[in-house]
Nanobody
Framework: QVQLVESGGGLVQAGGSLRLSCAASTIIYSRYSMGWYRQAPGKQRELVATMTSGGSTNYADSVKGRFTISRANAKNTVDMQMNSLKPEDTAVYYC??????????WGQGTQVTVSS
């Protein structure tokens, strides 16, 4: 079983920055992807940014150029720097670790609120 511990998030004014961090309790497969998804009220959960174990990244078009995902010193931790935040970035952000075919795991979610 893999547990994901998220930190960061909070309330910020439009144009501000926040940093999210996610640590996996263990890595169960050498090939994996870790990253962030978000879900706004009344909307479906959507991909924000992911990074594979090989270092490849993938970003939603809406966050390209503003958000940056990176791996911390420990391979089981990913950070996401969010700059130039907009009110439409307001959502619950969920960390995800995909160890397919062995399993797919989610964090508990952290609230990001951007005020206008």
């Amino acid at each position: 079983q893999v547990q994901l511990v998220e930190s960061g998030g909070g309330l910020v004014q439009a144009g501000g920055s926040l940093r999210l961090s996610c640590a996996a309790s263990t890595i169960i497969y050498s090939r994996y992807s870790m990253g962030w998804y978000r879900q706004a009220p009344g909307k479906q959960r959507e991909l924000v940014a992911t990074m594979t174990s090989g270092g490849s990244t993938n970003y939603a078009d809406s966050v390209k150029g503003r958000f940056t995902i990176s791996r911390a010193n420990a391979k089981n931790t990913v950070d996401m720097q969010m700059n130039s935040l907009k009110p439409e970035d307001t959502a619950v952000y969920y960390c995800n670790a995909d160890f397919s075919p062995l399993g797919n795991y989610w964090g508990q979610g952290t609230q990001v609120t951007v005020s206008s």
